[in-house]
C-alpha cells in the first residue's frame, strides 16, 4: 500500500539510525495489538466506550483491586468478556519484527502496557509486563499458581483455587493497583544501563511511567522514535514521529534496515 512521501522518509532515517545501533528499548501500548484486531481501550479491551456497565457503574470501577476484593464475581465477569474477545487474536507483524530484532541486535528489551502476551508468543524474551498478563492466574490465599491458554479451561466464574478454594485472580494491574516490584526493578536496571535507540508504538503514553524512558532518552540526547497514527503525550518530543499502524511501520522500518 502506497504510504505518505513524508512517512516514508521518516521510516528511511530510521532504518539508518538502526544500523549503528546495538541496543534498542521498546514501549508498546494497545495500539500494537490494534494490527491484531483487539481493541484499545487503555489496552484492556475497548469494549464499553465509556458507557457504564449493566451494573451502573464505570468499568474502570468494576475491573478496579477494590472491586475484585469486594465483589469478584464483578470483576471476573467483565474481565473474562474482554478475554472471549481477545480469544482469537494472535500476534503479529510488529511482534514479530521486535521478536526478530531481539535475534540481531545485541540487546533488545521491550516494556509493554499490554497484558495479552503476544510479545512472548512471538517470540520476544526481554519483555516487562509491566501490567501484567492475563493468562497467569494466582491464588489470592495460598499463591497456587498456573498458566491458562484461554479462561474457557476455568471450570467457575470467578474461578476457584484447587488447593485452599479461594478465589483466583490474574496476575495483572487492576486500576488502583501499584505496578509489580518484580517488573518495576528490572525496568531501572535495564533503563540505568542507557539505549542507542528508543522506540515508543502504539501508546498514548498517559502514564508517567510510560513517558520516561523517552524524557530519559531525551535527556541522553539519544534518537526517540514515534509510530502511532493518533498524536500522544510524547508526540511533541520525540525526534521522529511516524503516523502508521504499527505492523505496517515495523515491517517496512525492519526491511528496508536489512537493505545493504
Same mark, same amino acid.
Given at each position: ?13 530510521? #532504518? /539508518?539510525?538502526? =544500523?549503528? !545501533?546495538?541496543?534498542?528499548? +521498546?514501549?508498546?501500548?494497545?495500539? $500494537?495489538? *490494534? ?44 474481565? #473474562? /468478556?474482554?478475554? =472471549?474477545? !481477545?480469544?482469537?487474536?494472535? +500476534?503479529?507483524?510488529?511482534?514479530? $519484527?521486535? *521478536? ?48 491458562? =491458554? ?111
Amino acid at each position: 500500500m502506497a504510504i505518505d512521501i513524508t512517512e516514508l522518509e521518516n521510516i528511511r532515517k530510521v #532504518s /539508518q539510525l538502526l =544500523k549503528g !545501533c546495538e541496543s534498542i528499548f +521498546f514501549i508498546t501500548g494497545a495500539g $500494537v495489538s *490494534a494490527d491484531s484486531g483487539l481493541p484499545t481501550y487503555r489496552g484492556i479491551g475497548g469494549l464499553y466506550n465509556d458507557k457504564a456497565t449493566e451494573e451502573g457503574i464505570a468499568i474502570e470501577e468494576a475491573l478496579s483491586g477494590e472491586m475484585l476484593r469486594a465483589r469478584p464475581e464483578i470483576t471476573w465477569k467483565y474481565l #473474562s /468478556q474482554i478475554e =472471549k474477545n !481477545c480469544r482469537q487474536a494472535k +500476534f503479529n507483524r510488529a511482534h514479530q $519484527v521486535i *521478536a526478530e530484532m531481539e535475534g540481531v541486535f545485541k540487546r533488545v528489551w521491550v516494556l509493554t502496557q499490554n497484558i495479552d502476551g503476544f510479545h512472548y508468543q512471538a517470540g520476544s524474551k526481554n519483555v516487562i509486563e509491566i501490567h501484567g498478563n492475563m493468562h497467569k492466574l494466582i491464588c489470592l490465599k495460598c499463591k497456587w499458581r498456573t498458566r491458562v =491458554k484461554d479462561y474457557s479451561q476455568l471450570s467457575s466464574m470467578p474461578p476457584l483455587c484447587p488447593e485452599c478454594k479461594s478465589v483466583v485472580r490474574p496476575e495483572v494491574v487492576f486500576f488502583g493497583e501499584m505496578l509489580p516490584d518484580y517488573e518495576c526493578q528490572i525496568l531501572a536496571e535495564e533503563l540505568s544501563r542507557g539505549f542507542d535507540i528508543y522506540f515508543s508504538i502504539g501508546t498514548t503514553s498517559v502514564f508517567p511511567y510510560i513517558q520516561q524512558p523517552i524524557i530519559e532518552a531525551i535527556r541522553l540526547k539519544r534518537p526517540t522514535i514515534e509510530i502511532n497514527p493518533a498524536q500522544t503525550e510524547v508526540s511533541h518530543l520525540v525526534d521522529i514521529k511516524i503516523n502508521l499502524g504499527a505492523a505496517e511501520a515495523m515491517d517496512r522500518i525492519w526491511d528496508i534496515s536489512r537493505t545493504p
